[in-house]
């Protein structure tokens, strides 16, 4: 199932932060092509699961796709999971160590159709994803790119995510990366929260994916705009 590959505007909800009835609703008719329900920290089975029936409630037409980070936390039901692998982690346990464990349980019953590989570049540095994986997050461009070959043509992995969260990123290191990948579907993610900056991302990433901003007192204005900028 390669419906990602279609998608140019993700929304990311944190099960872990507090999402209005308001927001989830008008996710529906925003023009978004799906949801991811992830973060890095206080992630749970029951926040995730409580945030995903209140999408299936509020905007029942829209992909829900959970981004696992936490292996405990995994929910049956959801459209399709995405797989972080961070590339550039400081230790093998995001790059292969918790996802061998989680296969070691969950094997039997996995639907690989429904699940996307992500091979991640961890780059905001202050990000909590960043202390969590201990990633080298000083990449200038042609690091990031050889990161992304590396992702895609000898990991054969399907997409690759630059993951800025919490900080707008450099769009000359995101043109880059899109200039190195030949095939691989490439996603952006990190302070998109304006018509320009999504615009400028939306110019070389295949999908923007917008998160904190969502959290903000002017998130209809994000939601809109962010959205018009890529469709
Ligand atoms: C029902 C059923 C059997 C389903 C099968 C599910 C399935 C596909 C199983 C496969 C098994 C498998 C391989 C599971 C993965 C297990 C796992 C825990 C892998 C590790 C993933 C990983 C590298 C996590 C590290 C953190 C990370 C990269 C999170 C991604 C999301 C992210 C970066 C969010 C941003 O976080 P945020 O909180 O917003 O950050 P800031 O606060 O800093 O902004
Ligand atoms: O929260 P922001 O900074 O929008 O980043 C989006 C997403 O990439 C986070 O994983
Ligand atoms: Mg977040």
């Given at each position: 199932?390669?419906?990602?590959?279609?998608?140019?505007?993700?929304?990311k909800?944190?099960?872990?932060r507090?999402?209005?009835?308001?927001l989830?609703?008008?996710?529906?008719?925003?023009?978004?092509?799906?949801?991811?329900?992830?973060?890095?920290?206080?992630?749970?089975?029951?926040?995730?699961?409580?945030?995903?029936?209140?999408?299936?409630r509020?905007?029942?037409?829209?992909?829900?796709?959970?981004?696992?980070?936490?292996?405990?936390?995994?929910?049956?039901?959801?459209?399709?999971?995405?797989?972080p692998?961070?590339?550039?982690?400081?230790?093998?346990?995001?790059?292969?160590?918790?996802?061998?464990?989680?296969?070691?349980?969950?094997?039997?019953?996995?639907?690989?159709?429904?699940?996307?590989?992500?091979?991640?570049?961890?780059?905001?540095?202050?990000?909590?994803?960043?202390?969590?994986?201990?990633?080298?997050?000083?990449?200038?461009?042609?690091?990031?790119g050889?990161?992304?070959?590396?992702?895609?043509?000898?990991?054969?992995?399907?997409?690759?995510?630059?993951?800025y969260?919490?900080?707008y990123?450099?769009?000359?290191?995101?043109?880059?990366?899109?200039?190195?990948?030949?095939?691989?579907h490439?996603?952006?993610?990190?302070?998109i929260d304006?018509?320009?900056?999504?615009e400028?991302?939306?110019?070389?990433?295949?999908?923007?994916?917008?998160?904190?901003?969502?959290?903000?007192?002017?998130?209809?204005?994000?939601?809109?705009?962010?959205?018009?900028?890529?469709k």
């Amino acid at each position: 199932m390669t419906v990602w590959k279609d998608w140019r505007h993700v929304v990311k909800l944190d099960p872990d932060r507090d999402t209005s009835d308001e927001l989830l609703s008008s996710l529906a008719a925003s023009g978004t092509d799906a949801v991811f329900v992830g973060g890095t920290l206080g992630i749970t089975y029951e926040n995730v699961n409580r945030l995903f029936g209140r999408l299936r409630r509020l905007a029942p037409e829209l992909p829900v796709w959970q981004e696992i980070s936490d292996a405990e936390s995994i929910l049956d039901g959801v459209d399709g999971y995405a797989v972080p692998v961070v590339l550039n982690a400081g230790t093998t346990e995001w790059l292969i160590g918790a996802h061998a464990k989680a296969l070691a349980r969950y094997r039997p019953f996995v639907d690989w159709s429904r699940v996307l590989t992500e091979g991640y570049l961890v780059l905001n540095g202050q990000a909590a994803v960043a202390g969590l994986t201990q990633a080298v997050t000083d990449l200038d461009r042609e690091q990031a790119g050889a990161y992304a070959a590396a992702g895609e043509q000898l990991f054969s992995m399907p997409s690759i995510y630059l993951e800025y969260s919490g900080t707008y990123g450099d769009p000359e290191l995101v043109a880059e990366v899109s200039r190195v990948l030949q095939r691989a579907h490439l996603f952006y993610g990190g302070g998109i929260d304006s018509y320009e900056k999504a615009e400028r991302m939306g110019r070389y990433a295949d999908t923007i994916v917008v998160g904190n901003a969502l959290y903000s007192e002017n998130w209809r204005e994000v939601l809109r705009e962010t959205v018009r900028a890529v469709k």
